[in-house]
């Protein structure tokens, strides 16, 4: 009994140990439900997933957009590194820059390059990387003083013997003299491969030299303050300034005043000749006014009205007008400035022109005509100009060495840092070499063509010394004779 007690035992079990094993493969065979919890947690990866690959492929389009230098002109337009545009001046033309990428970088560069070099082998791209984060922080300031130099030298002023009025009468000296110089910023465009507030000073200095021989000068500048925006108007219509206060001229003095006069905002003309005739109404003797511009009034003013003012009641007092580069609208307005001023209208659209203009307007004396050969712009004058050349350049070879030791600096960090091999690091050291040269060609050749100006300059000042000297010597003998 016993014995059939135990097998009917066992074959329970052994049945319900299959039910059992039976019943697990039937739910292993079962799909598993997704919890909520899971479907977010692998949106959530997807979501992160595509937004790395956004990421990176937006980082590696930054980086292709680096600029390819191919003239002097991009260099001065390329654009800061990422990690060094804070970088100064001083900083970035440091003798004592050394081959590393400064220590307040690093781990942000490394972090940068360690997502750079995973997504890319390519040894240009991981270049244009290594610009993208540490180029040059200053090239427009260092190197577009070297494109925009011209010398100016003052342009010596040498006018015909004997040059008579409209009414036939040798033109007299003025008492006094006020120049009022345009300094807005249409004077910021170019004329003649320079700017035409360079061409101005150049003609002012060569003028106030001369008159101030007879005459005692004063200089005001208006337009120099603010911008031409509308927000800097009132600022810019209302600051009138007499620069050089009237009196004996003083060419040291005088030329340092105009050269700090910087050309910015808007034209006050009818404010400029109204402040002048405030300033010396008590004034007695000659006075003449001499405008020096490039346009209209854009400040609302009547410069007609104003200049007539000033002379009015006034013999001696005359407004004339030097028009430099004017549109027909300008020029009739200052055509008729001059008219209502008593004055003359001079029309100029080159150096020569103005000067030649300006020279109307006064007589050579035996001394000016002695004193012509201290005026050719040898010796110290020229050795300045070609000085200054090699400063501009110089600065911006140093400013292309320091960012060269920093990029062959960071393609060695990479390397010690495991993120590149050694073969990679001698490419990427190539292809920085190779930059620096094509960088250092752009200047040393644009300082070759600078110098050339320089020369050019200085034979053509003095060309025009040397002629116009040999043809007043063939006047005077003629009119000994």
Not at 408 to 436: C, H, P, W, Y
């Given at each position: 009994?016993?014995?059939?007690?135990?097998?009917?035992?066992?074959?329970?079990?052994?049945?319900?140990?299959?039910?059992?094993?039976?019943?697990?493969?039937?739910?292993?065979?079962?799909?598993?439900?997704?919890?909520?919890?899971?479907?977010?947690?692998?949106?959530?990866?997807?979501?992160?997933?595509?937004?790395?690959?956004?990421?990176?492929?937006?980082?590696?389009?930054?980086?292709?957009?680096?600029?390819?230098?191919?003239?002097?002109?991009?260099?001065?337009?390329?654009?800061?590194?990422?990690?060094?545009?804070?970088?100064?001046?001083?900083?970035?033309?440091?003798?004592?820059?050394?081959?590393?990428?400064?220590?307040?970088?690093?781990?942000?560069?490394?972090?940068?390059?360690?997502?750079?070099?995973?997504?890319?082998?390519?040894?240009?791209?991981?270049?244009?990387?290594?610009?993208?984060?540490?180029?040059?922080?200053?090239?427009?300031?260092?190197?577009?003083?070297?494109?925009?130099?011209?010398?100016?030298?003052?342009?010596?002023?040498?006018?015909?013997?004997?040059?008579?009025?409209?009414?036939?009468?040798?033109?007299?000296?003025?008492?006094?003299?006020?120049?009022?110089?345009?300094?807005?910023?249409?004077?910021?465009?170019?004329?003649?491969?320079?700017?035409?507030?360079?061409?101005?000073?150049?003609?002012?200095?060569?003028?106030?030299?001369?008159?101030?021989?007879?005459?005692?000068?004063?200089?005001?500048?208006?337009?120099?303050?603010?911008?031409?925006?509308?927000?800097?108007?009132?600022?810019?219509?209302?600051?009138?300034?007499?620069?050089?206060?009237?009196?004996?001229?003083?060419?040291?003095?005088?030329n340092s005043v105009l050269d700090n006069v910087k050309a910015s905002g808007w034209t006050p003309l009818a404010?400029?000749?109204?402040?002048?005739?405030?300033?010396?109404?008590?004034?007695?003797?000659?006075?003449?006014?001499?405008?020096?511009?490039?346009?209209?009034?854009?400040?609302?003013?009547?410069?007609?009205?104003?200049?007539?003012?000033?002379?009015?009641?006034?013999?001696?007092?005359?407004?004339?007008?030097?028009?430099?580069?004017?549109?027909?609208?300008?020029?009739?307005?200052?055509?008729?400035?001059?008219?209502?001023?008593?004055?003359?209208?001079?029309?100029?659209?080159?150096?020569?022109?103005?000067?030649?203009?300006?020279?109307?307007?006064?007589?050579?004396?035996?001394?000016?005509?002695?004193?012509?050969?201290?005026?050719?712009?040898?010796?110290?004058?020229?050795?300045?100009?070609?000085?200054?050349?090699?400063?501009?350049?110089?600065?911006?070879?140093?400013?292309?060495?320091?960012?060269?030791?920093?990029?062959?600096?960071?393609?060695?960090?990479?390397?010690?840092?495991?993120?590149?091999?050694?073969?990679?690091?001698?490419?990427?050291?190539?292809?920085?070499?190779?930059?620096?040269?094509?960088?250092?060609?752009?200047?040393?050749?644009?300082?070759?063509?600078?110098?050339?100006?320089?020369?050019?300059?200085?034979?053509?000042?003095?060309?025009?010394?040397?002629?116009?000297?040999?043809?007043?010597?063939?006047?005077?003998?003629?009119?000994?004779?």
């Amino acid at each position: 009994m016993k014995n059939y007690l135990l097998v009917a035992l066992l074959i329970v079990c052994t049945f319900l140990a299959g039910c059992s094993k039976g019943k697990e493969n039937v739910d292993s065979e079962l799909p598993v439900e997704q919890s909520p919890e899971n479907e977010v947690k692998q949106d959530e990866e997807e979501q992160n997933n595509q937004m790395q690959e956004s990421l990176d492929k937006s980082l590696l389009q930054n980086i292709s957009s680096v600029e390819n230098v191919q003239s002097v002109e991009d260099l001065a337009e390329l654009s800061p590194g990422s990690l060094t545009s804070e970088f100064t001046v001083e900083e970035e033309t440091s003798m004592w820059a050394k081959t590393e990428v400064p220590s307040e970088l690093r781990p942000a560069f490394l972090s940068e390059m360690k997502e750079v070099v995973k997504d890319t082998e390519d040894p240009a791209m991981i270049v244009k990387a290594l610009n993208y984060y540490l180029g040059g922080a200053q090239y427009k300031e260092l190197v577009d003083p070297l494109i925009t130099y011209h010398p100016s030298f003052t342009e010596p002023l040498m006018p015909e013997p004997y040059e008579m009025n409209e009414e036939g009468e040798r033109t007299k000296h003025p008492a006094k003299a006020l120049i009022l110089l345009d300094a807005s910023s249409s004077m910021l465009l170019y004329a003649d491969g320079r700017l035409k507030m360079d061409t101005a000073k150049s003609a002012v200095k060569s003028f106030a030299t001369a008159i101030g021989q007879k005459s005692e000068v004063s200089l005001y500048a208006y337009g120099h303050k603010g911008t031409q925006s509308a927000s800097d108007k009132t600022l810019s219509c209302g600051t009138i300034e007499e620069v050089y206060p009237l009196g004996e001229f003083k060419e040291k003095e005088f030329n340092s005043v105009l050269d700090n006069v910087k050309a910015s905002g808007w034209t006050p003309l009818a404010e400029a000749i109204k402040q002048a005739g405030i300033d010396h109404k008590d004034t007695t003797e000659d006075l003449t006014v001499y405008i020096v511009s490039d346009g209209a009034e854009t400040c609302g003013g009547d410069p007609i009205a104003e200049a007539k003012a000033f002379t009015q009641g006034k013999a001696g007092r005359h407004v004339n007008v030097i028009g430099f580069q004017v549109d027909k609208d300008a020029e009739s307005q200052l055509k008729a400035v001059a008219e209502a001023g008593n004055g003359t209208y001079m029309a100029a659209n080159s150096l020569e022109e103005m000067t030649a203009g300006i020279s109307k307007i006064w007589l050579p004396s035996d001394l000016d005509l002695v004193g012509l050969v201290y005026a050719k712009p040898i010796g110290w004058p020229k050795t300045t100009a070609l000085t200054t050349v090699s400063d501009y350049s110089n600065k911006a070879k140093k400013a292309i060495k320091v960012e060269n030791n920093r990029l062959i600096g960071a393609a060695k960090l990479l390397k010690d840092e495991a993120l590149v091999s050694d073969s990679q690091e001698e490419e990427f050291i190539t292809f920085i070499n190779d930059q620096k040269d094509a960088y250092q060609k752009l200047i040393d050749d644009l300082e070759v063509e600078k110098r050339k100006l320089v020369e050019d300059e200085v034979d053509r000042i003095v060309k025009k010394i040397d002629d116009y000297q040999a043809r007043m010597k063939e006047l005077k003998k003629q009119n000994a004779k």
